[in-house]
């Protein structure tokens, strides 16, 4: 009986699940690098660079990882032809995009779809927690706004949940990317991420929600000038070029 418990007690120490290390938080008073467009010289000032998932982190600061979670990657159209059904599709049948990045909207209607993309964009989180990213960030939970009414903002909501939550398992801190007007701390968002909120008048709703735990990207002078104004002491904010090109814009308050 002796050698059965502890046999048992072994069993149930091995079956029982691993929990991830709290995410770090995103450090305050120093400078972003959004880096989308490929690795760069991150300078001195700089402590929170953002890179693609299939970039290496920097060396030295916190890294957040750029993962698309609510629409696909120009140059991933392959790997989501095989994953068609999980595209949204109007009436005829036709993938619709997000026009302005030409990127296919995720279709995140149903819990079964929305299990299944969690799945996948759950891999590649995981991936950005092995190669050593400190957080995560997913483009862009406003897509829903572009999906000409297929989408509705409950959908996102229930997906970012489930997206939060592996970037949580993972150790990840979890980026709310843009959509000013839900506050993402009901899902689990520990940061937000926001790019133009000066040019919108959106930066505000972003504090209210995360306060200094903010990253802000313009892509326009006067909106940087502008933003830096009335948030450079509080947030970090960063004018970049919109191709996001190693050798482009980079411009701090």
Known sequence: MRTL??????????????????????????????????????????????????????????NICYVNGFQTQPDAKRFWRTHRDLLLQDARGRLVEDEAWGEWLLDIRTPSKRARLASIVGRWTAGCARNGFDAVEYDNLDSFSRSRGLVKARHAKAFAQLLVAQAHDAGLAAGQKNWSEWDGTRAGFD??????????????????????????IEYRARDFAKTC????????????????????????C
Not at 17 to 30: I, M, N
Not at 34 to 46: E, K, S, T
Not at 194 to 214: A, I, L, M, N
């Open 191 to 216: 940061f937000a991420v926001s790019e133009q909120c000066g040019r919108y008048d959106e930066c505000g709703s972003y504090v209210d929600h995360y306060g200094e735990q903010v990253l802000v």
């Open 229 to 252: 104004r009335a948030y450079g002491e509080q947030l970090a904010v960063v004018l970049r070029d919109l191709d996001l090109s190693p050798d482009g814009v980079r411009r701090w």
């Open 5 to 62: 418990l502890a046999t048992l007690l072994c069993l149930t120490a091995l079956a029982a699940p691993s929990y991830a290390a709290d995410p770090a938080p995103l450090p305050t008073g120093t400078d972003l690098d959004y880096q989308l467009g490929g690795p760069a010289y991150v300078p001195d000032n700089v402590g929170i660079v953002v890179r693609d998932r299939t970039a290496e982190p920097a060396t030295g600061v916190y």
